[in-house]
């Protein structure tokens, strides 16, 4: 008699009503966006999802390994207009002036949406599949002080960080993390921040490479055989 093989792909999320109107997510904040998308608001999409504001930046390669940019990224994928936010410059985030700085992040994201609003008119807030990755500094030496600007940028491609592990001797490892700033792009996210910009960059859930892409992993493996 032959076996069917089950895999099993439950898993454990506890959610439950903080208070009215809000709800805490056991898990990432995908796992958040996706939980009130199907069940907080089933049957009835919401106009935006904001995932943030995040503590430190998510610039570069910090936005492609970025919980918060993952919330607004399943947002997308359900079709859903988004928004990730986040506070910090390039540096190491400081406690202090980086919770002042949520402060202004928050009123530019009121001032944004606005934005979206009074452009869409009766229409979705931002073109089917595409969301913004927005980028506050910390600006002042309270944190509290005005940015220089707002930029439309890209993400630029360094890594930002890097990771230095030492081998404790027990079986595990430490690691620590220091930044490691290249000379920004043009245009991108990690000058505009370090300039003391507001950087907003469009995203989407798209991992496809594109055309050239394609082409290359065609001919890669061309005549190959399982």
Known sequence: MQRTRVLPLAALLLCAPAEPKVWAVGGSPGDSVSFGLSEVFEGKAPDLVVSGTNFGPN???LAT???TVGGAVAALDAGVPAIALSTGGVAAPDPVTTVNAMG??????VKLI????SRAR???LL???VGLNVNHPVVGADGKGTAA???????DPQALLRADYTDAGDGTWKMGVTVDLRTPARGGDVEAVSAGKIAVSPMNADWNTGP???AVTAALVAGLRP
């Open 114 to 117: 606005d934005r979206l609003r």
């Open 127 to 129: 073109p089917e599949g």
């Open 65 to 67: 390994h970025s919980g």
């Open 122 to 124: 009766s229409g979705p």
């Open 212 to 214: 050239a892409g394609s």
């Open 149 to 155: 600007g707002v930029a439309s940028t890209f993400q």
């Open 59 to 61: 610039v570069a390669a």
């Open 104 to 109: 202004p992040t928050l009123d530019f994201a």
